[in-house]
């Protein structure tokens, strides 16, 4: 049985505000978040869960390792 392992590629510049992510600084240990912005070729996600909504400007932070929710794999 052939499995491939591989990503594909996100246009993150797509990717809607508060949309869903997974966030981590090591890329062993995940985070929810929500999608903050694309800027510059750096993902941004709101802190501690906040969205749009509840965010206030500076409530973002840049991650190394990001993922869309439905791009995890069990």
Do not use: C
Not at 7 to 28: A, F, M, R
Not at 29 to 51: L, M, P, S, V
């Amino acid at each position: 049985k052939l499995v491939m392992d591989y990503e594909i590629p996100i246009d993150w510049s797509k990717v809607q505000i508060d949309t869903p992510i997974l966030v981590s600084i090591d890329g062993n240990k995940w985070h929810k978040r929500y999608f903050a912005k694309y800027e510059d070729d750096i993902i941004y996600a709101f802190n501690d869960g906040r969205t749009s909504w509840t965010a206030l400007p500076q409530d973002y932070i840049d991650w190394k390792y990001v993922k869309l929710i439905g791009d995890i794999q069990n």
